[in-house]
């Protein structure tokens, strides 16, 4: 299973970009994938993810700001980050887990398998 991200760059405050996530190889067909990020000196910490029940879920920091979505025919998972603000500085990883998760996992970084090589957003 490859993941590949894609969509990273330096804005500015206020500003939007998207991110995006190829997926291939991966033989289920429903499966939980999220964003993840994480600052220097920080751990790796949810942003969205998009269960394969087609919830969404958001940590708090982001709610009304970033936008999960998924297109199937694409293979490819998005996330639309909009008013962005310097403490979204992080590098953004794409995550599948191998099946369905419980919603009470779908937060947890470790209960995701397969990970993508990152992709840095930097907002000042």
């Known amino acids: 299973v490859q993941l590949v991200e894609s969509g990273g760059g330096s804005v500015q405050v206020g500003g939007s970009l998207r991110l995006s996530c190829v997926v291939s190889g991966h033989t289920r067909s429903r499966v939980c994938m999220g964003w993840f990020r994480q600052a220097p000196g920080k751990e790796r910490e949810a942003v969205a993810v998009?269960?394969?029940?087609?919830?969404?879920t958001y940590t708090d920091s982001v709610k009304g700001r970033f936008t999960i979505s998924k297109d199937n025919a694409k293979n490819t998972l998005y996330l639309q980050m909009n008013s962005l603000k310097p403490e979204d500085t992080a590098m953004y990883f794409c995550?599948?887990?191998?099946?369905?998760?419980?919603?009470?996992?779908?937060?947890?970084?470790?209960?995701?398998?397969?990970w993508g090589q990152g992709t840095q957003v930097t907002v000042s």
């Open positions: 998009s269960g394969s029940d087609g919830r969404t």
């Open positions: 995550a599948a887990a191998d099946g369905w998760l419980r919603p009470s996992q779908r937060l947890s970084a470790g209960t995701y398998k397969y």
